[in-house]
């Protein structure tokens, strides 16, 4: 599986910004696998943003940091995972990286360190 996130920038305190993560793989599908969005922030660790079932698009969950203000989504038909990012805040600044993993289970057991990676975009909000 390979991931490519793009679409971060530059953005005003309150504003907005959609980031868009390209999944290609050789079985063309992703069923089961669950794909979020993780960022991380000069100096600290990586921490979860939002994730979506693959296969049921209602099925997503969010760090309490981020709900209400972020959607997850996914076109299975462009193989696109998305993070739609509003009401901004500068401790939103931080590399947004995507991530993909099989999994079947509940949110709290899914096995990220078992997920492939794309490469990162980074998002700036400025006060």
């Known amino acids: 599986v390979q991931l490519q996130a793009s679409g971060g920038g530059l953005v005003q305190t309150g504003g907005s910004l959609r980031l868009s993560c390209a999944a290609s793989?050789?079985?063309?599908?992703?069923?089961?696998?669950?794909m979020g969005w993780f960022r991380q922030s000069p100096g600290q660790e990586r921490e979860f943003v939002a994730a979506i079932s693959w296969s049921d698009s209602a099925n997503t969950h969010y760090a309490d940091s981020v709900q209400g203000r972020f959607t997850v989504a996914r076109d299975r038909a462009k193989n696109t995972l998305y993070l739609q990012m509003n009401n901004l805040e500068p401790d939103d600044t931080a590399v947004y990286y995507c991530?993909?993993?099989?999994?079947?289970?509940?949110?709290?057991?899914?096995?990220?360190?078992?997920?492939?990676w794309g490469q990162g975009t980074l998002v700036t909000v400025s006060s």
């Open positions: 991530a993909a993993v099989v999994h079947f289970g509940n949110w709290y057991q899914v096995p990220w360190e078992n997920a492939y």
């Open positions: 793989g050789r079985s063309r599908t992703f069923s089961g696998y669950v």
